[in-house]
């Protein structure tokens, strides 16, 4: 439960710091507003999506 608990914190506090992000943009005039996520990192993506967030680009990178 204490789990539970934290993760809709988590994208709750997430949810408001997008929605003051976003009013701080349109207040500014900004024609969009852009971030970099890990592919890995499935609860950010899906939190963005659910905020209007559309995936524009794709980054590759060859480690050795």
Same mark, same amino acid.
């Given at each position: 439960?204490?789990?539970? #608990?934290? *993760?809709? #914190?988590? *994208? #709750? $506090?997430?949810? *408001? =710091?997008?929605?003051? &992000?976003? @009013?701080? &943009?349109?207040? !500014? @005039?900004?024609?969009?507003?852009? =971030?970099? *996520?890990? &592919?890995?990192? $499935?609860? &950010? $993506?899906? =939190?963005?999506?659910?905020?209007?967030?559309?995936?524009?680009?794709? #980054?590759? !990178? =060859?480690?050795?």
């Amino acid at each position: 439960m204490l789990w539970m #608990t934290f *993760v809709k #914190t988590y *994208v #709750t $506090i997430g949810s *408001v =710091l997008l929605h003051e &992000a976003k @009013k701080w &943009a349109e207040e !500014r @005039k900004l024609d969009y507003l852009e =971030l970099n *996520v890990l &592919a890995e990192n $499935i609860g &950010a $993506i899906n =939190l963005y999506n659910k905020h209007g967030f559309k995936e524009m680009c794709h #980054t590759m !990178r =060859l480690e050795f």
